[in-house]
Structure formats: C-alpha cells, structure tokens
C-alpha cells in the first residue's frame, strides 16, 4: 500500500510558476511509475505527465515545454514543475502511483491516488 501526499499548490498570477511535490510512503517508490493528473470544475480527470521508474518522462501535449516532471528516489518524493501558467491550468492535481510497467496517461492503470492540491492561475 502506498500513501500518496500532494503538497505545493496555490494562487499564482497569469505566466506565473509553481513547484508541486508528491511524497510517497509505504511502498518501495524506486519501481512505482507517478502520474500528475487534474480536475477543473465541471470537467473530466485529465493526464497531465508521468515518470517511470527509469527516468522516461510523458506529458499531455496541453503542458509539453512548461512542465517540467522528476523524481527524486532517494526522498520518495516526484515533483512537477510548472512555468508560464495559464487561466486553463487552473484546476485539482492529483499525482498518482502504479507498480513498475510504462508511463501511461490512463488514469485507470494507477492503483494509488493522493488527495490532491488546488492549482489556481488568476490574472
């Protein structure tokens, strides 16, 4: 069993930039692939990016060249780091766990869900 902790979300102005972290325990995180996905209101969960156990990364095209996703092994924690946000950004991030295997934008395929952080971008 994994536990999952978003922490990092907040108020940031239009072309802003925010640093999310997700803390894992309970688990060996070294092997478990992370996914960052996000809800607006009135929307559907939506993939955001991911990175697996060896390093390789994938990101929604929505994000790709302002988000940033890593992982740091030894403190068990996966960072997403976000530049020149927009309006659309807005939303609940979730960061997500699922056992070893490939990135993967389904959120189906992850067995382990964090509570979330509010993410909002005002002008």
């Known amino acids: 069993q994994v536990q999952l902790v978003e922490s990092g979300g907040g108020l940031v102005q239009i072309g802003g930039s925010l640093r999310l972290s997700c803390a894992a325990s309970g688990g060996t995180f070294s092997v478990y692939t992370i996914g960052w996905f996000r809800q607006a209101p009135g929307k559907e969960r939506a993939f955001v990016a991911a990175i697996a156990w060896t390093g390789t990364t994938y990101y929604a095209d929505s994000v790709k060249g302002r988000f940033t996703i890593s992982r740091d092994n030894a403190k068990n924690t996966v960072y997403l780091q976000m530049n020149s946000l927009e309006p659309e950004d807005t939303a609940v991030y979730y960061c997500?766990?699922?056992?070893?295997?490939?990135?993967?934008?389904?959120?189906?395929?992850?067995?382990?869900w964090g509570q979330g952080t509010q993410v909002t971008v005002s002008s």
């Open positions: 997500a766990a699922r056992p070893a295997g490939i990135v993967s934008a389904s959120s189906t395929s992850y067995k382990f």
